[in-house]
C-alpha cells in the first residue's frame, strides 16, 4: 500500500467549533481553541466511560458523595440554628411593639437594636426598688399597654422518680402581648396562680396529663397542669407560670416588659425612656429586615479558621487516598484506549486531560449528589435536630449557599487530586505495550524515596516546633507533610515487601506480587488506612497523657466515697441524729460527723484564718516576679519551692473546728494517726495536713481580719500535729480552745458522711430531697481523683480508623480481585482449588489492612511522643515548675487497632466467591 503525503499542511482546525482556524490567527487564540477542544473531547471521553464503568463510577461517587452530604447537612442546620437580626427581634417581641428593661435609675445610652448599653455616669445603679407595669407603662404615655415577663427562674419539681430542675417563667398567656411568645400544643392559659402550663419536654419528662397537679420539691405548693406550650427560644423543661404565682427563688429573675403603643417607637420615644434608665429594643426599619443573610460568621478569628482548614485538608487527603485505588485501576483497564489516543496524535498533556477529565466529571456529579442529599437531610431532619441537638426552633429554611459552593469546589478538587498520579502514569506508559495488552513494569524511582523522607523528617520537626509553641495549626501542618512524605515512601515499601514474598507460599505470594505491580492501586489504600490510624493513635496517646497528667494533679476534698453536706443560707439546720438517719436510708452512711465553720469575733469585714510557713520554708522566689534563666534554675532545685497542689505558700487550707470526730472522715488518716491528732486537738492544739507547716511541735496561726477599712493580722503559734500522706485538700483543724485563744467563734456549717462506696446519682437525689423540708444544701459527692474513663472517645477514635481501615481494604481487594480476573482465570485453568481465590483475597486484605495499620501505629506513636516531648521541653525552665506529661501508649486504641486488620481479612474471605472463573482468553 503506498500512502501518499500531502503537498501542504493542513489548515488548522478550532477543534471547539470544528471549524478551520486562519493561519494567520493568533498564536494565543490557536491555544486556547486547541485546549478548550481538547477538554471538551476528554470531558465526552469521561463521560462515556462514566457509563460504561457504572460499578466503579458508583463506588467514586459515594466515597465523595458522602462526606460531602454529611458536611452540607451539618452547614445547613447551622445556618438555619443561626437567626438573623429581624428573627432573634420576633422571636423575642413576638406581637409586640418593643421590649423594655430598666436597668438603673441614672440615664443610659444604647445601641440602635438595644443589644449594649452603659450607664452615662459610669457606675451601674441598679433599681431600688422592682418596677411594676403601671409604673413603666406611665413611661409610654397615655393608650399604651405593658405585659410583664420574667425568665430564668430555677424550679425543682416532683418527678415520677427523682426531682427535675426546670426553667419557670412568669408571664400572662391570656394577654396577647405575651401569648406571641409561645405556641400552644394543648389546653388554655392558666388563669389562676394555682395553674401552670408546661413544655412537651416537661410533660414527658414529669409524666404529666392535662389536668394533673406538679408539686414543687420542697412541697410548699402545687399546680394543676392546664396547659401544654411550647418556647421557640427553649425546647427544654420549662413551666410557664401566672403573674400570681412567683415562688421565692424567683426574686432575682430577669424582668422585661413587652409593650404596645398607640404609635410606631421613634428616636424621641427612646431617647426618653434611656433618660429614666430603660433599654429598648424594637424592630428593625423595613430596610434593614430585607438586608440579605449571608450566614453566620465565625467569630472566632484566624486561629480557628487556620486551624478547620487544615482539619479539612486531613479529611481532603483521606478522601483523595481512598478514590485512588479506583482511578488507578480504571486507568489500567483503559490502557488500550489511551494508547489508541496516544496512536492517533496526542500527547502526553492530552492524555492527562482524559484521564483527569474522569476526576472532573466524577467530582461534579458526586458534589451535586452530595449537596443535594445533605440540604435534603437537613431540611428532612430538622424537627429532629432542633429537638434533641439544638434545643431551639431554627429559623427560615436556607443553606448557607457560600459555604455549599465552597464544600463542591473541595469536592471536585477531591476527584482532580484523586485522577493526578494516575493520569501522570497514563501519560508515561509505553504505547506499544497498551496496545498489545501487556502491563508496564513498575519503576521505584529513588528521587521519590528521598523527597518521601525529607518530608517525613521536615513534617516531624514542624509538628515539634508546633507543639512547642502551642500552634494547633503548625502541628497539623507538619502531621499532614509527614504523612505526604510517607504516601512517598509507600511504592518503595510495597517493592521491598514482594521481593520478601518469595520466600512465602502461593497465596500470600501472588498477593504481594499483585500489589508490587498495582503500586498505584495499592499505595493510595495503604496510606488511607496508614494516616487514619497515625490519627487515632496520636490522638489518643495525647488524650491519654493529658488525662494521666490531670489525675495525677487533683486533691480530692475528702477521702473517696465520703460526702459533704453544706447548708445554705436559709436553711433550717436539723440535729445530727435526723441527718444521720435520712444518711443511712438513702446513702447507706456508715459514720457522720458535724462541719463547723470559724470566723472572727466582730463579723463585719472579712476574716482570714490560715497556718503560716516558718520563715526556713519560704521559697525566696515569689510566683509572679520575672526571674532570669539562672535564678529559674535555683527556685527549680530548692526543694522549698517545690510547689504542687498545694499552692505557692500552702494555697487555700480549710479551717475548721473539731474534737476528732470529723477529722478521720476529712483526711482518711489511720486509726494511729487519728488517735495521735484526736489527743493534740483535746489538749487544745490544733492539726494540719502539710508537715511544712510544723516547726518545733508548733504551727503558726494567721488571722487576718479586714473591718472598716482597717487591716488587722496577728499570728499565734499553738501546739501542733502534722499528718502525712492524707488523701484529702488542705486542712487546719482548731481544737474549741485554741479557737477562743485566737478570739474566734464557731458555728454549725454542714455534715461530712463517711460511705463505703460512692452513692450513685439517684441516692444523692433522693438524699437531697429528703433534706428539702430543712431548706436548701449543697451536696459534693467525692468520687476520686483517678485517671478518667476515656476508654469510650478512645475507642470511638479507634472505630473509626477502623471503618476506614476495612473499607480501604474491601475497596482494595475488590479492584484488585476485577484487575485480577485473567489471572485467576490461569489459576482454573491450571487446576488450582477453589479455596485458592478466597486464600488470596484474605492475603491481599491483609496486605492493604495490615501494612497500613503497622504504619499508621508506628506513625501515631511518633507523632505523639514528638508532641508530648517538645511540650515538656518547652516548659522545663519554667517556674514555678508545671507538671509534666508522661509518655503513654494507648492500649485500648492499640487493641481494637490490632484487631481490624483481621476483621478485614475475615470480610474479604466471607464475601469472596471461592468458585474460580473460566472465561475464554481472547487475546
Known amino acids: 500500500m503506498t500512502i501518499r503525503r500531502p503537498t501542504r499542511a493542513p489548515a488548522p482546525v478550532d477543534t471547539a467549533t470544528a471549524r478551520p482556524v486562519a493561519p494567520g490567527a493568533p498564536v494565543g487564540r490557536r491555544r486556547f481553541a486547541e485546549l478548550t477542544g481538547s477538554w471538551r473531547a476528554a470531558l465526552r471521553i469521561a463521560r462515556r466511560e462514566s457509563r460504561r464503568a457504572r460499578r466503579r463510577t458508583a463506588l467514586v461517587l459515594a466515597m465523595i458523595a458522602l462526606p460531602v452530604a454529611a458536611l452540607a447537612f451539618l452547614a445547613a442546620s447551622y445556618d438555619m440554628a443561626e437567626l438573623t437580626p429581624a428573627e432573634g427581634i420576633d422571636r423575642r417581641l413576638g406581637v409586640a411593639d418593643a421590649e423594655l428593661r430598666w436597668i438603673a435609675d441614672a440615664p443610659v445610652r444604647q445601641d440602635?437594636?438595644?443589644?449594649?448599653?452603659?450607664?452615662?455616669?459610669?457606675?451601674?445603679?441598679?433599681?431600688?426598688?422592682?418596677?411594676?407595669?403601671?409604673?413603666?407603662?406611665a413611661l409610654l404615655g397615655p393608650g399604651s399597654r405593658v405585659t410583664e415577663v420574667r425568665t430564668r427562674i430555677p424550679l425543682t419539681l416532683r418527678g415520677p422518680r427523682l426531682d427535675e430542675d426546670v426553667e419557670g417563667r412568669v408571664l400572662d398567656l391570656g394577654d396577647p402581648l405575651a401569648r406571641g411568645l409561645v405556641r400552644f400544643r394543648a389546653g388554655r392559659a392558666p388563669r389562676q396562680p394555682g395553674e401552670v402550663a408546661v413544655s412537651p419536654a416537661a410533660l414527658r419528662r414529669l409524666d404529666l396529663r392535662l389536668g394533673r397537679a406538679v408539686a414543687l420539691a420542697d412541697g410548699s405548693r402545687a399546680y394543676t397542669v392546664v396547659g401544654v406550650v411550647e418556647f421557640p427560644d427553649d425546647l427544654g423543661m420549662v413551666v410557664a407560670l401566672h403573674p400570681g404565682a412567683v415562688p421565692p427563688t424567683g426574686s432575682s429573675s430577669a424582668t422585661n416588659w413587652l409593650a404596645d403603643v398607640p404609635g410606631t417607637v421613634d428616636a424621641a420615644l427612646v431617647s426618653r425612656l434611656n433618660e429614666r434608665g430603660v433599654v429598648v429594643t424594637t424592630r428593625p426599619p423595613a430596610d434593614d429586615r430585607k438586608?440579605?443573610?449571608?450566614?453566620?460568621?465565625?467569630?472566632?478569628?484566624?486561629?480557628?479558621?487556620?486551624?478547620?482548614?487544615?482539619?479539612?485538608?486531613?479529611?481532603?487527603?483521606?478522601?483523595?487516598?481512598?478514590?485512588?485505588?479506583?482511578?488507578?485501576?480504571?486507568?489500567?483497564?483503559?490502557?488500550?484506549?489511551?494508547?489508541?489516543?496516544?496512536?492517533?496524535?496526542g500527547d502526553a498533556g492530552q492524555l492527562r486531560r482524559v484521564?483527569?477529565?474522569?476526576?472532573?466529571?466524577?467530582?461534579?456529579?458526586?458534589?451535586?449528589?452530595?449537596?443535594?442529599?445533605?440540604?435534603a437531610a437537613a431540611f428532612?431532619?430538622?424537627?429532629?435536630?432542633?429537638?434533641?441537638?439544638?434545643?431551639?426552633?431554627?429559623?427560615?429554611?436556607?443553606?448557607?449557599?457560600?459555604?455549599?459552593?465552597?464544600?463542591?469546589?473541595?469536592?471536585?478538587?477531591?476527584?482532580?487530586?484523586?485522577?493526578?498520579?494516575?493520569?501522570?502514569?497514563?501519560?508515561?506508559?509505553?504505547?506499544?505495550?497498551?496496545?498489545?495488552?501487556?502491563?508496564?513494569?513498575?519503576?521505584?524511582?529513588?528521587?521519590?524515596?528521598a523527597f518521601g523522607l525529607s518530608l517525613v523528617v521536615g513534617g516531624a520537626g514542624l509538628a515539634a516546633f508546633g507543639a512547642a509553641r502551642i500552634s494547633p495549626a503548625v502541628i497539623l501542618t507538619g502531621l499532614i507533610l509527614g504523612e505526604l512524605g510517607l504516601v512517598c515512601c509507600t511504592p518503595t515499601l510495597i517493592g521491598a515487601l514482594a521481593r520478601l514474598g518469595r520466600m512465602l507460599p502461593l497465596a500470600p505470594r501472588i498477593a504481594l506480587r499483585d500489589a508490587s505491580r498495582n503500586r498505584a492501586a495499592a499505595a493510595p489504600a495503604i496510606c488511607a488506612v496508614m494516616a487514619a490510624v497515625a490519627s487515632s493513635v496520636a490522638l489518643g496517646g495525647f488524650l491519654a497523657s493529658s488525662d494521666a497528667r490531670e489525675s495525677r494533679s487533683y486533691r480530692p476534698l475528702v477521702p473517696t466515697g465520703n460526702v459533704l453536706v453544706y447548708a445554705g443560707e436559709l436553711a433550717r439546720l436539723p440535729t445530727l441524729a435526723q441527718v444521720a438517719t435520712i444518711a443511712r436510708e438513702q446513702l447507706g452512711a456508715d459514720a457522720i460527723a458535724p462541719i463547723n465553720s470559724v470566723s472572727c469575733?466582730?463579723?463585719?469585714?472579712?476574716?482570714?484564718?490560715?497556718?503560716?510557713l516558718p520563715p526556713a520554708q519560704v521559697c525566696p522566689w515569689q510566683p509572679g516576679v520575672d526571674l532570669s534563666a539562672a535564678q529559674r534554675r535555683q527556685a527549680r532545685a530548692d526543694p522549698r519551692c517545690r510547689i504542687d497542689a498545694l499552692g505557692y505558700d500552702g494555697g487555700y487550707v480549710q479551717t475548721g473546728v473539731d474534737d476528732g470526730t470529723a477529722l478521720p472522715l476529712l483526711t482518711g488518716a489511720d486509726p494511729a494517726t487519728t488517735a495521735a491528732a484526736t489527743a493534740v486537738l483535746r489538749a487544745g492544739g490544733v492539726v494540719v495536713t502539710d508537715p511544712r507547716y510544723l516547726h518545733d511541735g508548733l504551727v503558726t496561726v494567721r488571722v487576718n481580719q479586714v473591718d472598716s477599712g482597717t487591716d488587722g493580722s496577728t499570728t499565734t503559734d499553738l501546739p501542733g500535729y502534722?499528718?502525712?500522706?492524707?488523701?484529702?485538700?488542705?486542712?487546719?483543724?482548731?481544737?474549741?480552745?485554741?479557737?477562743?485563744?485566737?478570739?474566734?467563734?464557731?458555728?454549725?456549717?454542714?455534715?461530712?458522711?463517711?460511705?463505703?462506696?460512692?452513692?450513685?446519682?439517684?441516692?444523692?437525689?433522693?438524699?437531697?430531697?429528703?433534706?428539702?423540708?430543712?431548706?436548701?444544701?449543697?451536696?459534693?459527692?467525692?468520687?476520686?481523683?483517678?485517671?478518667?474513663?476515656?476508654?469510650?472517645?478512645?475507642?470511638?477514635?479507634?472505630?473509626?480508623?477502623?471503618?476506614?481501615?476495612?473499607?480501604?481494604?474491601?475497596?482494595?481487594?475488590?479492584?484488585?480481585?476485577?484487575?485480577?480476573?485473567?489471572?485467576?482465570?490461569?489459576?482454573?485453568?491450571?487446576?488450582?482449588?477453589?479455596?485458592?481465590?478466597?486464600?488470596?483475597?484474605?492475603?491481599?486484605?491483609?496486605?492493604?489492612?495490615?501494612?497500613?495499620?503497622?504504619?499508621?501505629?508506628?506513625?501515631?506513636?511518633?507523632?505523639?511522643?514528638?508532641?508530648?516531648?517538645?511540650?515538656?521541653?518547652?516548659?522545663?525552665s519554667d517556674w514555678p515548675a508545671s507538671d509534666p506529661y508522661p509518655l503513654l501508649v494507648p492500649w485500648p486504641v492499640l487493641g481494637v487497632l490490632v484487631l481490624v486488620p483481621v476483621v478485614a481479612m475475615l470480610g474479604a474471605g466471607l464475601f469472596t466467591r471461592a468458585r474460580l472463573p473460566i472465561e475464554r482468553r481472547l487475546d
Open 380 to 449: 428532612a431532619g430538622r424537627p429532629l435536630v432542633e429537638q434533641y441537638v439544638f434545643h431551639a426552633r431554627f429559623g427560615g429554611y436556607r443553606c448557607w449557599p457560600t459555604a455549599l459552593v465552597l464544600l463542591g469546589g473541595v469536592a471536585v478538587l477531591a476527584g482532580v487530586l484523586a485522577a493526578l498520579a494516575p493520569a501522570w502514569t497514563a501519560a508515561r506508559q509505553d504505547v506499544s505495550a497498551g496496545l498489545a495488552g501487556r502491563r508496564t513494569p513498575p519503576v521505584s524511582r529513588t528521587r521519590w524515596l
Open 601 to 612: 469575733a466582730s463579723r463585719k469585714g472579712y476574716c482570714d484564718v490560715a497556718p503560716a
Open 355 to 375: 484521564v483527569l477529565a474522569d476526576g472532573v466529571v466524577l467530582g461534579v456529579l458526586g458534589a451535586v449528589a452530595g449537596l443535594l442529599v445533605g440540604v
Open 722 to 876: 502534722a499528718l502525712s500522706g492524707v488523701v484529702s485538700q488542705p486542712q487546719l483543724l482548731l481544737s474549741a480552745s485554741a479557737a477562743r485563744h485566737l478570739g474566734l467563734t464557731w458555728s454549725p456549717a454542714g455534715w461530712v458522711i463517711g460511705t463505703s462506696t460512692p452513692p450513685d446519682r439517684y441516692q444523692e437525689q433522693r438524699f437531697t430531697s429528703a433534706l428539702r423540708p430543712f431548706g436548701t444544701f449543697m451536696v459534693s459527692v467525692e468520687y476520686g481523683g483517678g485517671p478518667r474513663d476515656i476508654s469510650p472517645l478512645l475507642l470511638l477514635l479507634a472505630a473509626a480508623a477502623g471503618v476506614i481501615t476495612v473499607g480501604a481494604a474491601g475497596i482494595a481487594t475488590a479492584l484488585a480481585a476485577a484487575e485480577g480476573r485473567a489471572e485467576l482465570t490461569t489459576l482454573a485453568a491450571v487446576g488450582a482449588a477453589p479455596a485458592v481465590r478466597r486464600m488470596l483475597a484474605i492475603c491481599q486484605a491483609g496486605i492493604i489492612a495490615g501494612v497500613g495499620s503497622v504504619l499508621g501505629i508506628v506513625a501515631g506513636l511518633g507523632t505523639a511522643a514528638i508532641v508530648l516531648v517538645s511540650v515538656n521541653r518547652e516548659y522545663a
Open 112 to 137: 440602635e437594636e438595644g443589644g449594649t448599653w452603659y450607664v452615662r455616669n459610669g457606675e451601674q445603679q441598679p433599681p431600688n426598688a422592682r418596677a411594676t407595669s403601671a409604673q413603666v407603662g
Open 291 to 345: 438586608r440579605t443573610w449571608l450566614g453566620p460568621v465565625d467569630p472566632s478569628g484566624t486561629g480557628g479558621l487556620s486551624t478547620g482548614v487544615l482539619i479539612a485538608g486531613l479529611g481532603l487527603l483521606e478522601v483523595v487516598l481512598l478514590v485512588g485505588p479506583a482511578f488507578a485501576v480504571g486507568i489500567r483497564r483503559r490502557r488500550r484506549d489511551l494508547a489508541l489516543v496516544a496512536v492517533a496524535g
